[in-house]
């Protein structure tokens, strides 16, 4: 008689990481064993705190990736190689990233289990009119990061019988008192002020790290055959120039504005683009097709003067 108690096993990149660790947690959770592929002893540690089996290796690590995926009944790719280093510009992650896809599908194709991966709510280009955006929408111009390559090749791997699903996470994952959230506490306390591009009167989203989890393990389940795309992001929306205020008011700092070429200038092109783009990313169809609720309803200002942050901003003041 077959086992019927097997769990089924996911195998995740970067599942020690911010947006990892939540989903390994919920994932066991919900009845998963789940094995995370981690570079270090100390990662190796925080993978079995969460209860996860640590794998050890790298995104060069192209057998690993083969066989850790052939074993498993879903993938999640979150980790990225380079970072945000990109001084040898960015076909060598492009390069990379079709190199861990392609390990990927070689044990996947033909089985019609389900591979995630990641990209951000910034590969779709603005309204000009101020409307909301999905997943739909073309991309800029002018990608300062060309993601939608990146995805537009993960994507194509459902031809090969796999159920792939692009997650776009917003622009600002926040919770837990981590992320990009934290990283802007850092520079505004080291800086001396939080700086804001052309006022901030700009729009962007953002999406608790809790309600993107949920959403992977959701896509998990429920990935249509085909490849396909889903937001990640919270109704709604709020201004760069709101987000800079909360931060300097936990951080007793104020807020300076600078234009889009001085901010260039200081910051480099892609944080002054960041800062100053336009997001209103529509979640409706993670919403229809899977069915995806925010669950975390306080959203991110409150999260900042109330929530999970104020205790990193004292932390960080008090030299720590």
Known sequence: MAD???????????????VGSVITEFAIADGYEVHGLSRSEANDEKLRKLGAVPVRGDLSSLDVLRREAAAADVVIHLADPFNFDLSNGYDPVLKAQAAVA?????????????????????????????????????????????????EKYDLSLAEKGIRVAAIRLAPFVYGRGGSGIRLFMQMA???????????????????????????????????PVGGTRYNATEPGGVTHRQLAEAIAEVVGVPVKSLTLDEATAQLGLFFARFLSADNRS???????ELGWEIKETAGILEDIKAGSYPAVAQAIKSGH
């Not at 019927?4 to 911010?18: D, E, L, N």
């Not at 910034?122 to 073309?138: F, I, K, R, Y």
């Not at 529509?282 to 229809?288: E, G, H, L, V």
Request: charged share 25%; hydrophobic share 35%.
């Open 282 to 288: 529509s979640s409706a169809k993670a919403r229809n």
């Open 4 to 18: 019927t108690t097997k769990k089924q096993r996911i195998f995740m990149t970067g599942a020690s990481g911010y």
């Open 102 to 150: 392609d390990a990927f599908a070689d044990s996947l194709q033909g089985s019609g289990k389900v591979l995630l991966t990641t990209g951000g709510a910034l590969m779709a280009a603005s309204d000009p009119n101020g409307g909301e955006t999905d997943e739909t929408t073309p991309a800029p111009n002018e990608e300062i990061i060309p993601r939608t390559r990146v």
């Open 189 to 223: 306390a080291k800086n001396g002020h939080v700086l804001t591009v052309d006022e901030g009167k700009a729009h962007t989203t953002a999406v608790h790290v809790d309600d993107a989890a949920r959403l992977y393990l959701l896509a998990a389940k429920k990935a």
